[in-house]
């Protein structure tokens, strides 16, 4: 959750951000009038390129907690290896991964369309766009939240 959290923040600015001065300036106007579809030349790219990183992103941040949290448990408790090792293998289980990967994908849907979304209806010139990028990121923050919520009522079944 705190990797889409920071990326809602870093990347729906930035889409919002981006496809808002297309629309203001009159660019995404100019692809329909070519006979574009700015929804598969803007929009698409961007949702596939998060559905693909972002999952891969949370799974190298898990990683890195582990190894982190061995450095930790050595340096602070004097843990050996395999104390952590013993301790990790009795409480992993492997359908936590599986959660944090189902999780990731939502986030991701979350992080790109939101913004998108909100970047694509942007009007009012250069003060559209920053209200824009600040509606993008608020919204795309709390739908993470809430979607965090859901998802672990599903998955885990927690009352």
Known sequence: MLTALILAGRIGARYAAELGTMRVTEQIDALE??????????????VIAGLLVVPALTMFANAMGIVVGYMVAKGSLGLTYADFEYGARYFFRPLDLWYSLIKSYCFAGAVTLIPCYIGFNTQQGAEGVGRSTTTAVVSASVAILVLDALTTKLLLGVK
């Open 33 to 46: 009038s070519l006979g574009r579809s700015p929804v598969s030349h803007l929009l698409l790219p961007r």
